[in-house]
Protein backbone atom coordinates (compact mmCIF):
# COMPACT_ATOMS: atom_id res chain seq x y z
CA UNK A 1 0.00 0.00 0.00
CA UNK A 2 2.91 1.96 0.90
CA UNK A 3 4.26 1.92 -2.60
CA UNK A 4 1.58 2.50 -4.67
CA UNK A 5 1.01 5.44 -2.57
CA UNK A 6 4.35 6.56 -3.10
CA UNK A 7 4.37 5.90 -6.90
CA UNK A 8 0.74 8.11 -7.30
CA UNK A 9 2.46 10.78 -5.19
CA UNK A 10 5.71 10.62 -7.60
CA UNK A 11 2.95 10.49 -10.62
CA UNK A 12 0.90 13.29 -9.18
CA UNK A 13 4.68 15.39 -8.84
CA UNK A 14 5.05 14.53 -12.21
CA UNK A 15 2.39 15.70 -13.86
CA UNK A 16 1.42 18.92 -11.84
CA UNK A 17 5.13 20.15 -12.97
CA UNK A 18 5.00 18.67 -16.46
CA UNK A 19 1.71 20.72 -16.67
CA UNK A 20 2.74 23.56 -15.06
CA UNK A 21 6.23 24.05 -17.07
CA UNK A 22 4.72 23.78 -20.72
CA UNK A 23 3.38 26.67 -19.76
CA UNK A 24 6.03 28.50 -17.33
CA UNK A 25 8.83 30.51 -18.13
CA UNK A 26 11.79 31.13 -16.30
CA UNK A 27 13.01 34.77 -15.67
CA UNK A 28 16.38 33.88 -16.80
CA UNK A 29 17.99 31.34 -18.69
CA UNK A 30 21.12 31.40 -20.55
CA UNK A 31 21.03 28.64 -22.36
CA UNK A 32 22.16 29.33 -26.33
CA UNK A 33 24.44 32.21 -24.59
CA UNK A 34 27.84 33.03 -23.89
CA UNK A 35 29.56 32.40 -20.80
CA UNK A 36 29.71 36.13 -20.22
CA UNK A 37 25.82 35.55 -19.49
CA UNK A 38 26.74 33.34 -16.27
CA UNK A 39 26.45 35.94 -13.64
CA UNK A 40 22.56 37.00 -14.69
CA UNK A 41 21.64 33.71 -13.57
CA UNK A 42 23.55 33.38 -10.98
CA UNK A 43 21.98 36.73 -9.63
CA UNK A 44 18.83 35.37 -9.91
CA UNK A 45 19.38 32.10 -7.73
CA UNK A 46 20.55 33.98 -5.54
CA UNK A 47 18.03 36.73 -5.10
CA UNK A 48 15.77 33.22 -4.05
CA UNK A 49 18.05 32.73 -1.40
CA UNK A 50 19.57 34.21 2.20
CA UNK A 51 22.89 34.04 4.16
CA UNK A 52 24.37 32.56 1.15
CA UNK A 53 27.70 34.18 -0.45
CA UNK A 54 30.42 32.78 -3.08
CA UNK A 55 33.03 30.72 -2.06
CA UNK A 56 34.51 29.75 -5.03
CA UNK A 57 34.24 29.23 -8.78
CA UNK A 58 36.03 26.61 -10.87
CA UNK A 59 36.25 25.27 -14.49
CA UNK A 60 36.32 21.18 -14.76
CA UNK A 61 37.07 18.83 -17.57
CA UNK A 62 34.73 18.55 -19.97
CA UNK A 63 33.96 22.60 -20.45
CA UNK A 64 31.94 22.33 -17.13
CA UNK A 65 31.94 25.68 -15.30
CA UNK A 66 31.24 25.27 -11.25
CA UNK A 67 29.93 28.29 -8.64
CA UNK A 68 30.18 27.23 -5.25
CA UNK A 69 28.15 29.16 -2.42
CA UNK A 70 27.71 28.36 1.46
CA UNK A 71 25.83 29.94 3.74
CA UNK A 72 28.63 29.17 6.39
CA UNK A 73 26.96 26.34 8.29
CA UNK A 74 25.97 23.16 6.51
CA UNK A 75 24.26 24.91 3.12
CA UNK A 76 25.53 24.55 -0.20
CA UNK A 77 24.68 25.85 -3.38
CA UNK A 78 26.42 24.69 -6.63
CA UNK A 79 25.03 26.55 -10.20
CA UNK A 80 27.30 24.22 -12.87
CA UNK A 81 27.40 25.21 -16.82
CA UNK A 82 28.12 23.12 -19.36
CA UNK A 83 29.33 24.77 -23.15
CA UNK A 84 30.75 23.54 -26.18
CA UNK A 85 32.97 25.67 -29.11
CA UNK A 86 30.77 27.17 -31.55
CA UNK A 87 31.64 29.56 -34.18
CA UNK A 88 34.61 30.27 -31.85
CA UNK A 89 32.51 31.59 -29.65
CA UNK A 90 32.06 29.26 -26.05
CA UNK A 91 28.41 28.67 -26.13
CA UNK A 92 26.01 27.32 -22.85
CA UNK A 93 24.04 23.76 -23.37
CA UNK A 94 23.32 22.94 -19.86
CA UNK A 95 23.03 24.95 -16.57
CA UNK A 96 21.89 23.23 -12.73
CA UNK A 97 21.41 24.25 -9.80
CA UNK A 98 21.77 22.28 -6.78
CA UNK A 99 21.10 22.37 -2.97
CA UNK A 100 18.83 21.04 -0.34
CA UNK A 101 15.01 20.63 -0.56
CA UNK A 102 13.91 23.72 0.97
CA UNK A 103 16.35 26.27 -0.96
CA UNK A 104 16.04 24.24 -5.03
CA UNK A 105 12.23 25.32 -3.87
CA UNK A 106 12.90 28.82 -2.92
CA UNK A 107 14.61 28.78 -6.33
CA UNK A 108 12.51 27.02 -8.34
CA UNK A 109 9.43 29.12 -7.06
CA UNK A 110 11.62 32.24 -7.86
CA UNK A 111 12.69 31.40 -10.94
CA UNK A 112 9.04 30.47 -11.93
CA UNK A 113 6.71 32.79 -9.98
CA UNK A 114 5.44 29.50 -8.57
CA UNK A 115 4.84 28.46 -5.02
CA UNK A 116 5.00 25.17 -5.29
CA UNK A 117 5.75 22.99 -1.45
CA UNK A 118 8.83 20.98 -0.52
CA UNK A 119 7.10 17.68 -0.51
CA UNK A 120 8.47 15.78 -2.99
CA UNK A 121 8.97 12.14 -2.60
CA UNK A 122 12.89 11.55 -2.74
CA UNK A 123 12.37 9.02 -5.26
CA UNK A 124 11.19 10.70 -7.76
CA UNK A 125 12.35 12.88 -10.58
CA UNK A 126 9.86 15.56 -12.55
CA UNK A 127 10.06 17.52 -15.05
CA UNK A 128 8.86 18.56 -18.25
CA UNK A 129 9.37 21.30 -21.47
CA UNK A 130 9.58 24.74 -20.48
CA UNK A 131 10.25 27.87 -22.92
CA UNK A 132 12.24 30.65 -22.62
CA UNK A 133 12.33 33.54 -25.31
CA UNK A 134 10.24 31.51 -27.73
CA UNK A 135 12.50 28.82 -27.48
CA UNK A 136 12.09 25.12 -25.87
CA UNK A 137 14.20 23.73 -23.48
CA UNK A 138 13.75 21.00 -20.81
CA UNK A 139 13.65 21.09 -16.84
CA UNK A 140 14.39 18.24 -14.74
CA UNK A 141 13.82 18.08 -10.95
CA UNK A 142 15.83 15.08 -9.35
CA UNK A 143 17.41 13.97 -6.13
CA UNK A 144 21.06 15.07 -6.33
CA UNK A 145 23.79 12.35 -5.12
CA UNK A 146 26.48 15.87 -3.36
CA UNK A 147 24.58 14.97 0.06
CA UNK A 148 21.52 13.06 1.06
CA UNK A 149 18.28 15.41 0.94
CA UNK A 150 20.26 17.71 -1.89
CA UNK A 151 18.03 18.46 -5.33
CA UNK A 152 19.04 19.25 -8.69
CA UNK A 153 17.25 22.02 -10.97
CA UNK A 154 18.62 21.41 -14.50
CA UNK A 155 18.40 23.46 -17.89
CA UNK A 156 18.74 21.12 -21.14
CA UNK A 157 18.77 22.91 -24.62
Known amino acids: MRVLFLFLLSFSASSLLAQNTSILSPSVLVIDTTLNAMPAFNSEVMKNTQGFRLVGSEREAGN ?83 RPGYWELSFIK
Open 64 to 146: NIVYTYSNGRDGTIHISYRYVRENGKDIIVYQSVSADLDVITAIYNGLFHTSIAPNIDQASAIGGPIEYRHNSYQCMMQAYDY
